[in-house]
């Protein structure tokens, strides 16, 4: 693989656990009863649960960025992440539970458990395994870096329009439906 496309995944993912973890830790309350709606961990461990899984967001960014000795760990960390909270997910719709809060959103923006969110999850599981390609060496040029930053910054808008849409998806089949 060429570096940049290297340098492109682990970053555009670097910068989605740097965001989720920040939106959790701006209203670990809010995420914890989010959490809690899951009814897959114990209440009382919760909390404990939460803040985990808010660090294992942030270790995940730092092995990303990190040294090249740990190529490996950010990506299988990420997938991991990412299966996780596809496989939570999962265990709801099976249970027919759909109208819980995902708790993958920004404080206040409440998003529905939907077969989108899994099919996300699991589409970025893959699109971090991705970096677990050898990478071609070759020198890095400035266009490069501006390739990287085009991308990346390419990358977070198409996302953020996604997750806009799939937040607005349970209010646009209401209106639909009274149309």
Excluded: Q
């Amino acid at each position: 693989m060429d570096p940049v496309a290297d340098i492109i995944v682990r970053a555009a993912l670097a910068l989605l656990f740097a965001l989720a973890a920040m939106h959790k830790l701006r209203d670990m309350a809010g995420f914890r009863t989010a959490l809690a709606g899951y009814r897959l961990v114990p209440a009382r461990l919760v909390g404990a649960a939460a803040t985990a899984l808010a660090g294992a967001e942030l270790s995940t960014v730092a092995l990303l960025a990190g040294s090249p000795a740990w190529r490996s760990a950010g990506p299988l960390a990420a997938a991991a992440l990412l299966l996780l909270y596809g496989g939570a997910v999962a265990a709801n719709l099976v249970r027919g539970r759909r109208d819980i809060d995902c708790g993958c959103g920004a404080p206040g923006a409440r998003r529905p458990l939907s077969g989108w969110l899994l099919a996300r999850n699991t589409t970025l599981a893959a699109a971090a395994l991705v970096a677990l390609l050898p990478v071609a060496p070759r020198p890095l040029l400035w266009l490069d870096a501006l390739t990287v930053a085009g991308a990346v910054a390419s990358l977070a808008t198409m996302y953020a329009a996604t997750e806009r849409l799939l937040t607005n998806l349970p209010g646009m089949a209401r209106v639909r439906g009274a149309a």
